[in-house]
Nanobody, 122 residues
Framework: QVQLVESGGGLVQAGGSLRLSCAAS????????MGWFRQAPRKEREFVAA???????RYADSVKGRFTISRDNAKNTVYLQMNSLKAEDTAVYYC????????????????WGQGTQVTVSS
């Protein structure tokens, strides 16, 4: 059974940093794209960042220059380093897996994690 388990969320002041991790189990995802989405209260889930099996990376414009996605295939884990956090980054962050980086959209995800809360106080 495939599981994606996020960790690293919490409460941080504006300008601070957090590092999210997503550990996958049940199968290897080294040939898959992995990514992060977020959903704020009363808003739709939105794309944050993705990394392909070959290392290609995409970011949402709202996080470019502040967030860094990376992966460790040996650990079947994807990370999201979040710096210079803003109040508007407050959301539940979800890990996601798709067959290719171009499919890392809310409608083409193969597996979702349960989410981890990130709260940025201003």
């Amino acid at each position: 059974q495939v599981q994606l388990v996020e960790s690293g969320g919490g409460l941080v002041q504006a300008g601070g940093s957090l590092r999210l991790s997503c550990a996958a189990s049940g199968r290897s995802f080294s040939s898959y794209a992995m990514g992060w989405f977020r959903q704020a209260p009363r808003k739709e889930r939105e794309f944050v960042a993705a990394i392909g099996s070959g290392g290609l990376i995409r970011y949402a414009d709202s996080v470019k220059g502040r967030f860094t996605i990376s992966r460790d295939n040996a650990k079947n884990t994807v990370y999201l380093q979040m710096n210079s956090l803003k109040a508007e980054d407050t959301a539940v962050y979800y890990c996601a897996v798709a067959s290719a980086i171009v499919k890392v959209t809310t409608k083409n995800i193969d597996y979702w994690g349960q989410g981890t809360q990130v709260t940025v106080s201003s």
